[in-house]
């Protein structure tokens, strides 16, 4: 069974860059898209952008000049670095897995983490 | 504002059926089959429950299906039960200017 983790600072200053870096186990990170989701409290799911292990990319497209992603195949680890956040930026953040050959399905997610974005 | 629009909340009684409509535009819902659901109980991950606009992951209930016309999908859930309170989300794969996923701004389901 594949589990995901995401890790990092749950307290970021404005201005600055959040980094969280999601961990995969129980299965290879090889030949999936890996993706990125983030919830504001009490609304609703957002996706951030995704990244296959080759590296490339897809971005959303209103936040994609502040987002950068990247993957490390031998940690079996996958990153998401979004900078200048501000507290419109706070939010749980889910990493996750895209379904095989179906653009855009997430089938596994992390637990989430909590990112507060305040001074 | 989501993407894609779903109503604020839907309410049923056990036992009965509910659908919970998801419209989008023909870059998205009405242009490809790529329409997902998403079921998320306070506090959880979301979960997968339907796919390509009505496949069904193995272990979601039959009682859960979707289907789609033009740019509107739509999750039915019959025989309603107490566990199925929770928040739905549809999704939707476009291409529209870079390919990427939109989500609807979720439907709170109250099972009375």
């Known amino acids: 069974q594949v589990q995901l983790q995401e890790s990092g600072p749950g307290l970021v200053k404005p201005s600055e860059t959040l980094s969280l870096t999601c961990t995969v186990s129980?299965?290879?990170?090889?030949?999936?898209?890996w993706s990125w989701i983030r919830q504001p409290a009490g609304k609703g799911l957002e996706w951030i952008g995704r990244?296959?292990?080759?590296?490339?990319?897809n971005y959303n497209p209103s936040l994609k000049s502040r987002v950068t992603m990247s993957v490390d195949t031998s940690k079996n680890q996958f990153s998401l670095k979004l900078s200048s956040v501000t507290a419109a930026d706070t939010a749980v953040y889910y990493c996750?897995?895209?379904?095989?050959?179906?653009?855009?399905?997430?089938?596994?997610w992390g637990q989430g983490t909590l990112v507060t974005v305040s001074s | 504002q989501s993407a894609l629009t779903q109503p604020a909340s839907v309410s049923g009684s056990p036992g009965q059926s509910i659908t919970i409509s998801c419209t989008g535009t023909s870059s998205d819902v009405g242009g490809y089959n790529y329409v997902s659901w998403y079921q998320q109980h306070p506090g959880k991950a979301p979960k997968l429950m339907i796919y390509e606009v009505s496949n069904r992951p193995s272990g979601v209930p039959d009682r859960f299906s979707g289907s789609k016309s033009g740019n509107t999908a739509s999750l039915t859930i019959s025989g309603l039960q107490a566990e199925d309170e929770a928040d739905y989300y549809c999704?939707?794969?476009?291409?529209?200017?870079?390919?990427?996923?939109?989500f609807g701004g979720g439907t709170k389901l109250t099972v009375l």
């Open positions: 999704s939707s794969y476009t291409s529209s200017s870079t390919p990427h996923v939109v």
């Open positions: 129980g299965g290879s990170i090889s030949s999936y898209y």
């Open positions: 996750a897995r895209e379904r095989r050959g179906v653009r855009g399905v997430i089938d596994y």
């Open positions: 990244i296959y292990t080759s590296g490339s990319t």
